[in-house]
């Protein structure tokens, strides 16, 4: 997961050290640039979702959180 302003970049683990080809998602944190980004199962449904720490140019932070769909997709 590579993150920029207002996105995230995620390339699902194939296995055998390939990727997939990249995904860009917004999350919509414009102002800012990610701080820190964790893949966990934020609602315990069993699927992977994305929580993105942003850190704004003014100094307030703020958490986005994308939910898993399955097959990797947000």
Request: aromatic share 6%; hydrophobic share 45%.
């Amino acid at each position: 997961v590579v993150g920029r302003a207002g996105h995230v970049t995620v390339l699902e683990n194939l296995g055998g050290a390939t990727f997939g080809a990249p995904l860009d998602y917004p999350y919509g944190a414009l102002l800012g640039t990610p701080a820190a980004v964790v893949v966990t199962d934020v609602d315990a449904d069993g699927l992977k979702d994305v929580v993105i720490g942003n850190e704004s140019f003014i100094g307030s932070v703020m958490a986005s959180v994308l939910r898993g769909t399955g097959g990797g997709a947000l």
